[in-house]
């Protein structure tokens, strides 16, 4: 299995609070993503990055920011969470843009 | 915008049952991938196909690739327990430097025994 852990793997928080969730990779992968995936929404691409400090927005980007400091971290920050922001977050990695992704278990975030 | 349709969304079968499963877009893909999702995992790819009508083969597992590349099917032979989980595939398209993942909503399945 591909050494991707994403952290925390549950968290419960309320309306209006900061919330970074944290995808760790031992693979040295170019490639990191941020989805959510949601019933009837499938996978949702919310931002990826293709190199430290290097990042661009997917399709559901509003409300969420990200970061890359290091190849093995790739940091994705609620600013201030909304219920609608509830949801399981997946991170995935990829060595070269033809090769397919790897995903961790997930992060399942709950917004009360 | 590009859409991968998917179909059935859920599907509910005794073991020993044979099933397809169906990916459609009016999209052309570079490729197309299969990915199994077990519950409180992330999905896990099981196969990539890149010709037009390519066929592929794992196991009870048959992948075929559309001729036109726009659509793809799975079919399982014989499912079994083990089957059960929630099947996605994704299109892949050329995006510049990067290659995007058009994803269809998954096809739920259950095999009871």
């Known amino acids: 299995d591909a050494g991707i852990t994403q952290s925390p793997r549950h968290k419960v928080t309320e309306t209006g609070t900061p919330v970074t969730l944290r995808c760790h990779q031992t693979?040295?992968?170019?490639?990191m993503y941020w989805y959510r995936q949601d019933p009837g929404h499938g996978l949702r691409l919310i931002h990826y990055?293709?190199?430290?400090?290097?990042?661009d927005k997917g399709e559901v980007s509003d409300g969420y920011s990200v970061s890359r400091s290091k190849t093995e971290d790739f940091l994705l920050t609620l600013e201030s969470a909304t219920s609608s922001q509830t949801s399981v977050y997946f991170c995935?990695?990829?060595?070269?843009?033809?090769?397919?992704?790897?995903f961790g278990d997930g992060t399942r975030l709950s917004i009360l | 915008t590009q859409l991968l349709e998917q179909s059935p969304q859920f599907l509910s079968i005794q073991e020993g049952e044979n099933l397809t499963v169906y990916c459609n877009s009016s999209?052309?893909?570079?490729?197309l991938q299969w990915y199994r999702q077990e519950p409180g995992e992330g999905p896990v790819l099981l196969v990539t196909?890149?010709?037009g009508g390519e066929v592929k083969k794992l196991k009870r597992l048959t992948f075929q690739f559309g001729d036109a590349r726009k659509d793809s099917s799975l079919h399982i032979t014989a499912a079994q327990p083990g089957d059960t989980g929630l099947y996605l595939c994704?299109?892949?398209?050329?995006?510049?430097?990067?290659?995007?993942?058009?994803w269809g909503l998954g096809t739920s399945l259950g095999v009871n025994p």
């Open positions: 693979e040295n992968h170019r490639y």
């Open positions: 990055s293709y190199g430290v400090k290097d990042t």
């Open positions: 196909v890149v010709t």
């Open positions: 995935a990695i990829r060595e070269y843009s033809n090769q397919p992704q790897h």
């Open positions: 994704a299109g892949v398209v050329n995006a510049g430097n990067n290659r995007k993942l058009i």
């Open positions: 999209s052309v893909f570079s490729s």
